[in-house]
C-alpha cells in the first residue's frame, strides 16, 4: 500500500497536473518526484498517471489506488484513536435508549456536557415505547435506557433507579362527546369511544399499552406528540402528560375530566448493564441530578408562549 509521503506525492501531481509544480509544491527535486513515481507504478504494474496530455491526470487504476490508500490510511488512523480510546477507558460507543415518553430536547444539554470532555465516544440515541425499552436492554441494542416505565420484567440482569414519576390527566377535545359528560367517568362511558394510544414497540408477543380498557376501540399512534395531536383533533380519548398539556387545559384546547379511577402517577427508570466504561458512568452520575431528571420526566409544554417561541 502507500505510505503517507506517497500519498501527498500523488494527491500534489493530480492537483497541479505537473510533476514540476508537485516537486515545487512538496519540496522536492522534479527528478526525485518522477523517480518515486516509477516506483510506484512498477510496485503496483500499472500507468497511474495518463502522459499524454499538457496536464497529467491521472489514469482509472491511479484514481482507485488513490481513493482506496486515502481511505485505508484515515481508516488507521481512526483505529489508532479508538485503541487509545478504550485503553484509557472509554467506551468505543455509547447506544443510549430512551423511552418515546422522553423527548430528545431534553436531552441536549447534556449531550453537550458529555462532548465537552473530548472522550471520542460515539453516541448513537434511538427510542423504543414500552416493552421495547427494557427489551433493547436485555437485546443489548442498548448500554443505557432512560425513562422506561416500570421496573424490568425478572430475569433481565440489569441495574436500574427511579428517574422519577409522571401526572397524568384523562384529557379530551371541548369538541368530544366526553366532554360535557357529567361527574367522574365511568369505565364503561370511557370504553365507549375509542382510546388513543402509543404503540409498543416490543418484538416479542403482543406487546402492552396502557388507558383503555378491554375491548375498547384503540387508535395506535407512533408518538406521544402523536398522541396529544390525535386527542386534540378529537380523534379519541385517553391520559396525556399533564405538564405537557397544561397551556392546552388552561385554553380549553382539552378539557379534563375527572375519573371515577384515576390512574396513578407512572415511575420511571434509568436502567443499565454493569460495566465499568467512563461514558457510562459520566451518565449515570449525570443522570442522578435533581433539576435534569425533573426536567426528563416533565417534558416541554410546546404550547405555551415559551415552548412556541
Known amino acids: 500500500m502507500l505510505s503517507d509521503d506517497e500519498i501527498q506525492l500523488m494527491e500534489a501531481i493530480r492537483e497541479s497536473g505537473s510533476l514540476t509544480r508537485a516537486a515545487a509544491h512538496l519540496g522536492k527535486a522534479p527528478s526525485s518526484v518522477s523517480y518515486t513515481l516509477r516506483q510506484i507504478e512498477g510496485r503496483f504494474d500499472a500507468l497511474l498517471f495518463d502522459r499524454r496530455r499538457y496536464r497529467l491526470q491521472l489514469t482509472p487504476a491511479g484514481s482507485l489506488l488513490v481513493r482506496e490508500a486515502t481511505r ?61 425499552t427494557w427489551e433493547a436492554l436485555a437485546d443489548g441494542r442498548a448500554d443505557l435506557v432512560i425513562g422506561a416505565t416500570n421496573e424490568p420484567p425478572a430475569g433481565l440482569g440489569v441495574q436500574w433507579r427511579e428517574l422519577g414519576r409522571m401526572d397524568w390527566v384523562y384529557a379530551v377535545s371541548p369538541h368530544h362527546p366526553l366532554a360535557k359528560a357529567k361527574g367522574a367517568l365511568t369505565a364503561e362511558q370511557m370504553g365507549a369511544h375509542r382510546a388513543v394510544v402509543v404503540a409498543d414497540s416490543s418484538r416479542r408477543g403482543d406487546g402492552r399499552a396502557y388507558g383503555h ?13 402523536a398522541k396529544i395531536a390525535a386527542q386534540r383533533a378529537g380523534l379519541g380519548v385517553g391520559w396525556l402528560p399533564r405538564a405537557r398539556v397544561a397551556s392546552l387545559l388552561a385554553r380549553g384546547e382539552l378539557v379534563e375530566k375527572a375519573v371515577a379511577v384515576p390512574r396513578e ?7 443499565w448493564r454493569a460495566g465499568d466504561g467512563r461514558a457510562l458512568a459520566w451518565w449515570l452520575q449525570a443522570l442522578d441530578e435533581p433539576r435534569l431528571r425533573q426536567r426528563l420526566v416533565d417534558g416541554v409544554d410546546r404550547f405555551s408562549s415559551a415552548g412556541r417561541s
Request: proline share 5%.
Open 265 to 271: 402517577p407512572n415511575t420511571l427508570y434509568v436502567g
Open 72 to 132: 485505508l490510511r484515515d481508516d488507521m488512523q481512526r483505529l489508532s484513536r479508538r485503541v487509545a480510546q478504550v485503553a484509557k477507558g472509554w467506551e468505543d460507543r455509547l447506544w443510549i435508549v430512551t423511552d418515546e415518553v422522553i423527548e430528545f430536547d431534553t436531552l441536549l444539554p447534556v449531550i453537550q456536557d458529555f462532548d465537552e470532555l473530548g472522550s471520542g465516544v460515539g453516541l448513537r440515541v434511538t427510542h423504543e415505547v414500552l416493552g421495547g
Open 213 to 225: 380498557g378491554a375491548g375498547q376501540p384503540t387508535l395506535a399512534v407512533p408518538s406521544m406528540a
